[in-house]
C-alpha cells in the first residue's frame, strides 16, 4: 500500500512546494538587441540563469525578447549586467 503521506500525515511533496515558489514568482519580458541564433539563446540563458533568484530564462531569439522569472521582483541592473557579460544589449523592459 503506498501513500504520498509522511507518518505524521502530513502529505507535503515536492510539487506543492514547487507550485508555491512559481505563485511567488516574478516574470519580466525584457528587449534584447544582438541575438540571432541559438548560441544566443545558449549564451543569454546560462548568464542570467546564474544570478541569484532566478528560477528561469526563457530567450525569444526571433522577437528579440528575454523572459526571466525570479524569486520576488527583479535586478533589472544585475540581469543588464548578465546581458552585457554575454555579449548582448539589454535596451528595457518589454
Given at each position: 500500500m503506498g501513500s504520498c503521506c509522511?507518518?505524521?500525515n502530513s502529505c507535503s511533496t515536492?510539487?506543492?512546494?514547487?507550485?508555491?515558489a512559481i505563485a511567488e514568482s516574478t516574470a519580466t519580458?525584457?528587449?534584447v538587441s544582438g541575438m540571432t541564433c541559438g548560441h544566443c539563446r545558449t549564451a543569454i540563458?546560462?548568464?542570467v540563469g546564474a544570478l541569484d533568484g532566478v528560477i528561469s530564462v526563457d530567450v525569444?531569439?526571433?522577437g528579440g525578447l528575454v523572459t526571466v522569472t525570479t524569486g520576488g521582483e527583479p535586478d533589472d541592473a544585475a540581469i543588464a549586467a548578465a546581458v552585457d557579460d554575454a555579449g548582448y544589449e539589454?535596451?528595457?523592459r518589454a
Open positions: 509522511t507518518p505524521d515536492t510539487a506543492e512546494t514547487a507550485a508555491v519580458v525584457y528587449a540563458t546560462q548568464s525569444d531569439v526571433n539589454l535596451t528595457g
